[in-house]
């Protein structure tokens, strides 16, 4: 090994959690910007995402998996599998929780997951804003009794509060070698399906509690207009499952859409430097959610984990 690799530390490290407790949101905080989907709405994340933090001791890949959660269809399934399959092959973990000193059955289903693992284990209780600083050493007590945790770490991925300690502490217990990707790299996700989770995103906030979880977004266009340098051509289709959920998406006289569209596009002229010219529909693919193929069509594909 060379001089540089010896000095340089680099590997990867997962984060997982119940959905909602922030893993998104922590993982935007650490590389600087906004590459993961979030939403108050659990299980947000729907595949691996890996982004990349390259700094002056070495380089870090997060992994932001999909929620721990009990699987109620086929694309909760390959959820878990995703979570799952991604402890085995990573250097740190970095389990989420959030400031309550209630541990509920999911919390100890991931504990349970995580002993005896062979892998450092980071445990970081999040939203550590939205409780009295002495209700935080009751949730440290407790947790500790849970698990034997190489590091604990209070922080709010939502603030910025101590997520610098956070990237100090992981690289304790990388290894040392070469970087796994450019410097400039920030994740290794195409701009299309960056793209496509941006307007899922947007339809999560804009319907609020009135659709369920039941929508995918899929690209059909993702270009840049000849000869015009700086104007990008977005079509993008929303699946959802049931007839009724079509018309709540497109709104009375089409408002709904046209407010998704609105919010999407400024975040994607933001993401590309560019002005885009984004095309809507909507369509209905009944219980496409326990269809190997449509949830492979859409992206979520086993072979891929």
């Not at 990388?174 to 410097?183: A, H, I, K, R, V």
């Not at 290794?188 to 804009?206: F, G, H, N």
């Amino acid at each position: 090994m060379d001089t540089e690799n010896r000095e340089k530390k680099s590997g990867f490290a997962a984060i997982i959690g119940r959905p909602n407790v922030g893993k998104s949101t922590l993982m935007n905080q650490l590389i600087g910007q906004k590459i993961a989907i979030t939403s108050k709405k659990p299980q947000t994340t729907r595949n691996r995402i890996r982004t990349v933090y390259t700094g002056s001791e070495g380089q870090i890949v997060f992994v932001d998996t999909p929620g721990i959660h009990k699987a109620r269809n086929k694309l909760g399934e390959y959820m878990v599998e995703v979570a799952s399959r991604t402890l085995r092959e990573v250097d740190v973990i970095l389990w989420l929780v959030e400031p309550s000193v209630y541990v509920g059955a999911s919390d100890r289903q991931i504990a349970q997951q995580l002993s005896g693992i062979g892998v450092p284990v980071l445990l970081i209780i999040n939203k550590i804003d939205t409780v009295p600083k002495e209700e935080i050493l009751k949730v440290i007590d407790v947790y500790r009794k849970l698990g034997d945790f190489d590091e604990i770490i209070p922080c709010s991925a939502l603030r910025g509060k101590n997520t610098d300690d956070v990237i100090e502490t992981v690289f304790r217990y990388l290894p040392y070698g070469p970087m796994f990707y450019d410097e400039d790299t920030v994740t290794d996700q195409p701009m299309r399906q960056i793209a496509a989770e941006v307007i899922r995103e947007k339809s999560l906030y804009a319907l609020n509690a009135e659709i369920p979880h039941g929508i995918a977004v899929a690209i059909e266009v993702f270009r840049e207009r000849p000869g015009k340098s700086g104007l990008w051509d977005i079509e993008a289709v929303i699946i959802c499952e049931k007839e009724s959920h079509k018309g709540i998406i497109i709104g009375k006289q089409g408002a709904m859409l046209r407010r998704i569209g609105s919010d999407a596009r400024y975040e994607l002229e933001k993401m590309l430097e560019a002005k885009v010219n984004l095309k809507l529909f909507v369509k209905v693919k009944k219980d496409w959610r326990d269809s190997d193929f449509l949830i492979r069509n859409f992206g979520y594909d086993r072979k891929e984990i």
